[in-house]
């Protein structure tokens, strides 16, 4: 699991801007956020550096509060994509973690859209499908399978720029399919051919 950031970085990322969380510090600190994912550096001059979502969410963390929403891969904020063995998360700092890591993208999309839009997926989106797609819909409120449970769930699949995104029945598939139309993504209901099980075929949108 990747460390917590250091008491020196920590003071970095919470003298962040609250509204655009660019941050301010030394090269070798800003250059550390940045290879922890907490931060990227502006493609565009003056190159400031700005708070990733993972590091709007750290902001709105508690020190001392256990990693709840951490994926024990990255040791970074990561959406619930459903088809858990155990329960989800649906408790108040869950939500809070949430809805952080939901405005640290609007942000991201704000920052590196080259027209400043927040309402259609930025880079960093196209290159983490699953978990973007998940954060969209578990920000909306939408409710993962989990525990055995049923909800919506978020998988990869061969075609590029796609998920494929499954829920239990063809009202909830609905609700996922306007969700993700409004948060900016390319939606198309599609028939599996072995189960004819109804699901959603989602793209990031560019235009």
Known sequence: MTRPPTAAQRRVIDAADP??????????????????GLAFRHPRPPHDHFLTPAG??????????????????????AAHVGGTEEPADTG?????????????????????????????????ERAHLVQAAALALEAAGHTPEAGGSSGYRVRATPQPEAVAVHAPDREALRACATTLEGAGWQVGE??????????????PRRV
């Open 19 to 36: 509204v655009t969380g660019r941050l301010k510090g030394t090269d070798a600190q800003l250059d550390a956020l940045v290879k922890r």
């Open 56 to 77: 709007h969410r750290i902001r709105e963390t508690v020190e001392e509060e256990p990693e709840r929403a951490a994926d024990p891969a990255t040791g970074v904020f």
């Open 92 to 124: 108040p700092a869950r939500a809070r973690e949430v809805h952080s890591a939901w405005q640290g993208l609007l942000e991201l999309r704000r920052m590196t859209n080259r027209d400043g839009a927040t309402d259609r997926p930025c880079g960093w």
């Open 190 to 203: 599609y028939t599996e051919p072995r189960t004819r099980a109804r699901y959603l075929l989602a793209s």
